[in-house]
């Protein structure tokens, strides 16, 4: 009984959600850096 | 909702207070901007347009570089060097790129080993590298930036002065660029020296780049 609740309480049944809410904040940190180092070397460029 | 945020609390922390420095650096760096420009009687700007200036972008890239830099080297270094007492690194005679069942590639992947570490050759030979592939683009390209976004500065530097421009390249031959880089590099690499040196003795209670309290100084790799 308490193992099976602490399985669904630390979410092991639902891998699949867990590696979702993984992915996004993995995309959410790639696209942050990549949007900020190809802006500032389009405006950096965009002035010569 | 509450479970997503706790098990993701350490990345969104730091995405949280990296965002509020940002946006503070951004304020700062737009006064400072504003101040300098009417010492000079020159004109001032609005702060959407300091955000898209170059003199905003290459403060923020020349701080990205060094810290991918950091990332890069230390995970490089890491595979070939080692660090007695220090939880950082691998316990000495380990030193190199390791097997393939240490590593759990291709036949020795384990039922929920990510489908590229199983799949062998150039799959596996890349996902083997991805982290290091991933922060070396990070680095070349944040420095990239700091290099054009720097240019133009210098430039404009130059012409309110009346005296002769510089081509990128030599720009990046240039004292200005190297100042710029080099005094961020030398304090990424104190950081890492040190910390790797410091962690064999001193203690963090519960972090897991500590070793455990009790753990003897010279265990090595160890992480609490």
Known sequence: MGAQSDDRRLGKAQPGRTHAAMRVLFWTWIVLITAGLV?????GLSHH | MRRWLHDNSLSLFFLVIFLAALVGQAIAGHTLHNENAMAHHSSTMSFWRYLHSSDFGNAVMENWQSEYLQ???FMLATVWLVQRGSPESKPPGK?????DEEQKIGPHADDDSPGWARA??????????SLLIVMSIIFFGSWFAQSVTGWTNYNADQVDH????LTWLGYIGSADFWEATLENWQSEFLAV???VAITAFLRQRGSSQSKPVGAAHHSTGVEG
């Open chain 2, 162 to 165: 009346h005296q002769a421009t």
């Open chain 2, 193 to 195: 020296g040190s910390f």
């Open chain 2, 120 to 129: 062998g050759g150039l799959r596996t030979l890349v996902y083997s590298n």
């Open chain 2, 71 to 73: 990332f890069m080297l």
């Open chain 1, 39 to 43: 802006f500032y070397s389009v405006v």
């Open chain 2, 95 to 99: 030193e190199g790129p390791e097997s």
